[in-house]
């Protein structure tokens, strides 16, 4: 099978080639067409004017906003769009983008107009279930992590480790089965557990894009559950002056205050942009206490540039982000009574009643720097791409130590990756388009000397290779999508044992992914698409060799425990490998249908899908473990089958031009269907309704306003509970409480529901936009389930955030 994919994918390339068409530049044939909009409403401009610069064609638009430029005698040029009352834009453009949506912003407006090429998805996947957050949206909450920035998206939501540690989560997977792609780069850190969160400044992008669906045919095997992909605002051509905006937002809860700053100019071939960004945050404050040890501080830049001349277009950038992020001092306690009363307590211990902006162990430091290099070369009717990206990965972290190992991180670890990607969208074929291409990664993975504690993580080399092919044709009343993949990873791993001694090992991996959807419009305002996809996934080195003490907890790699005599769980003295221990790739068969029904009145999205994971990894509690640094909670990973499906909604009303409502729900059910269990950290279902305001009064040009509520739901389908109480007496007594090494259970019980209200406000005066955000706007007392402190302290209370943003 993987042999047959390989020859179709080369048959296929090898006959493409031969494929080319004629050259429309030869015979004046060449064309292309779009709509001109108002951006802010959305709504068409009639008789707007398109003028190709240096000649005299030119077109209006007609009531719908839609115009067509024809027999023209390039395949690039620059073009004018002019609507009388709106601010004009001038934009190089080149045919293989053969449709435009131009959105023209008001005189009056600190809008821009912009020009968005091409009518395809972002994932170039014409089937796949995608949602964005517009620039606009993004702008009220840029500040944030990503993870919670994406929990704007129905059907994302987060893992967290405190209240700066957050990953997104797409429909309950998460870690390295979530692709990031930061300004078209796979972004690639230390991402194993909910300990480590993504290093993305969201300050600096212009847009987001969640995939949902089975992305893994394109992307491999990390977008095995999703695909987030950030856009940094586009370095345009033709701008003739320097120009960007500058921002600033402080809030109350931690006393935080963030800065930003963007900077931009285009030429007639060339253009060049940079960003600089920071933030400063202390510790966060529940209703009842602060979060001693919660404070933040993080610095990130960046700077780019484009050239582009007739059919070639390259950009380079470069950009860092250096984060150090404090973890709740209340987690770490000095005896097994401490731990058990930690658990139980209302107030975590180590708990100060005056604020600081100090950061004490346990902490982490962080700093991620990326170097990339990409380019795009129009044929007369295809498109070569590349993207070159070098990332260095820094790890530090910070644990509760004695003497002079308190100065000293417990885990130091240097990540450098090195990936390259090609793709061709090839020319139309008997009616099939779509694109060919190929990834090329590797990765070095280091412990640097110094910790005085034994590897977490072991050293490793990784290297990975993937083909894919995907097509798309238009048949009688729908569209079909078809994809296939290879993929072949090779590692070498190095590490030492508890007598530490030295353990190699070589690691090869290898499997064939596919494809099929289809899409159908629904009448004149309804759409459907539905995919049906798998995926896989090898297991990663902390899945396989993890070992110790990890923030606030303890983890054992697959191979790094073993089931003693007596029953109990611990460390082996000897690491397993494939032969004695085998674990086997992760393996996913998603369905996923998407219904979208969109007038001018309504806005309705249903997304179901099922998801069954063959070989799940998962961590699961094994017990109390105790250590020099004290006792903590142990995690074992293990692996089994599990059974994942859901529903996401999302219904928008316009009542008038002024207000809309929005009803937006998720419902997630995960099982373990081998044993017939649930899982610890599973996502918990929520609903929502949001009530927005715009219109431009009180001599303002634009006031936007919005109050919402989201409640939610307690996860009922959860293990259940042996607290560190119970296992201490069980111990004392000689009846251990856990009756098997593969009990499955959980540490405390899962949090009641609750409710949270947030609320917005922004005014737009010229080109200054003023801000006022609250957050839990009842100052409600809660615990997240999938927030690892939720065994220690409640989730932050009131914050009110101020904001002001010039563009100039």
Request: glycine residues 10%.
């Amino acid at each position: 099978m993987k042999k047959l994919g390989l020859i179709f994918i080369f048959s296929l390339l090898f006959s493409v080639v031969y494929s080319q068409k004629k050259d429309c530049s030869l015979d004046c044939s060449c064309s292309f067409d779009g709509v001109i909009t108002d951006a802010q409403t959305g709504e068409p401009l009639a008789y707007a004017s398109v003028q190709v610069k240096g000649t005299e064609k030119g077109a209006l638009t007609n009531e719908k906003g839609y115009f067509i430029l024809e027999k023209l005698c390039s395949q690039e040029f620059d073009i004018l769009v002019s609507y009388v009352g709106y601010k004009s834009v001038v934009h190089h453009h080149d045919l293989f983008h053969k449709h435009m949506n131009v959105q023209l912003a008001e005189d009056d407006m600190i809008l821009e107009s912009v020009v968005v090429e091409g009518d395809k998805q972002q994932s170039g996947l014409s089937t796949a279930a995608e949602n964005k957050i517009s620039k606009q949206e993004l702008d009220l909450v840029k500040n944030e992590s990503l993870g919670d920035v994406l929990t704007n998206i129905t059907g994302v939501s987060t893992m967290k480790t405190g209240a700066n540690i957050v990953k997104p989560v797409i429909h309950g997977l998460y870690g390295n089965r979530i692709l990031i792609i930061n300004n078209g780069i796979r972004h690639e850190g230390q991402t194993w557990g909910s300990d480590h969160a993504p290093e993305i400044d969201v300050s600096q992008a212009d847009n987001v894009t969640v995939v949902k669906g089975a992305s893994a045919v394109k992307y491999g095997p990390d977008a095995m559950g999703g695909v987030v992909i950030l856009n940094p605002p586009k370095m345009e051509l033709l701008t003739g002056h320097l120009h960007g905006e500058a921002g600033v937002e402080a809030g109350s809860n931690g006393r935080s205050l963030n800065g930003n700053l963007l900077l931009q100019e285009g030429y007639k071939k060339w253009a060049w942009m940079a960003q600089l960004s920071g933030r400063q945050q202390g510790d966060m404050k529940t209703p009842d206490y602060y979060l001693t040890n919660t404070g933040a501080r993080e610095l990130s830049y960046m700077a780019g540039t484009r050239y582009h001349h007739k059919n070639i277009d390259l950009q380079l950038s470069y950009s860092h982000i250096g984060q150090e992020l404090g973890v709740l001092r209340g987690s770490v306690v000095g005896s097994l009574e401490d731990l058990a009363l930690a658990m139980q307590s209302e107030k975590p211990a180590y708990t100060n009643s005056d604020f600081s902006y100090d950061i004490n162990n346990p902490r982490q430091e962080v700093q991620h720097d990326v170097v990339t290099a990409k380019g795009e070369y129009n044929f007369s009717n295809s498109m070569l791409k590349f993207e070159y990206g070098f990332q260095a990965n820094r790890r530090k972290e910070f644990d509760v130590r004695r003497s002079n190992n308190n100065e000293l991180p417990s885990i130091d670890l240097e990540l450098f990756t090195h990936t390259l990607d090609l793709e061709w969208l090839h020319p139309e074929i008997n009616g099939w388009d779509g694109s060919i291409g190929g990834q090329w990664l590797y990765q070095d993975n280091n412990n640097v000397p110094g910790t005085n504690t034994v590897q977490f993580v072991p050293n490793y080399n990784n290297s990975r290779f993937g083909l894919y092919i995907t097509e798309s044709k238009p048949l009688d009343h729908f569209t079909l999508e078809v994809g296939v993949r290879y993929d072949y990873q090779q590692a070498n791993v190095r590490g030492r044992e508890n007598d530490n001694g030295i353990y190699r090992q070589d690691l090869t991996y290898n499997s064939v992914t596919g494809l099929i959807g289809i899409s159908k419009e629904l009448g004149q305002y309804g759409h459907f698409r539905t995919s049906i996809g798998s995926a896989w996934r090898p297991p990663n080195v902390a899945e396989l060799y993890s070992y110790g003490k990890h923030e606030n907890e303890v983890e054992y790699g697959f191979w790094r425990w073993e089931i003693k005599s007596a029953g109990a769980v611990g460390s082996s003295r000897d690491v397993a490998d494939q032969d004695s221990k085998p674990i086997d790739n992760e393996t996913s068969f998603k369905w996923l249908a998407t219904y979208n029904y969109k007038t001018s009145k309504h806005d309705l999205e249903i997304t179901p899908y099922v998801n069954y994971m063959g070989n799940y990894i998962y961590t699961r509690p094994g017990g109390i473990v105790s250590t020099v640094r004290g006792p903590f909670p142990y995690f074992l990973y293990d692996q089994t089958n599990a059974l994942f499906y859901g529903l996401d909604a999302s219904y928008i009303h316009h009542h008038n031009k002024t207000f809309s409502s929005q009803v937006r729900g998720s419902y997630l059910y995960v099982k373990d269907v081998s044993s017939d269990a649930y899982f610890v950290g599973i996502t918990s279902n929520k609903v929502g309704y949001k009530l927005n305001f715009e219109k431009s009064i009180l001599g303002f040009d634009n006031v936007n306003a919005s109050i919402e509520g989201n409640y939610i739901f307690k996860q009922y389908n959860a293990p259940k509970v042996i607290s560190p109480t119970e296992i201490i007496e069980g111990e004392e007594a000689g009846t251990p409480v856990i009756e098997n090494s593969n009990d499955r259970f959980d540490f405390a019980p899962a949090p009641d529901g609750y409710f949270l209200l947030d609320a917005q406000v922004n005014v737009t005066m010229g080109k200054l936009i003023l801000g006022l955000r609250g957050k839990n706007l009842l100052n409600t007392s809660y615990r997240d389930y999938t927030n690892s402190m939720r065994y220690y302290a409640d989730e932050p209370g009131l914050n009110v955030l101020f904001s002001a943003k010039y563009k100039f």
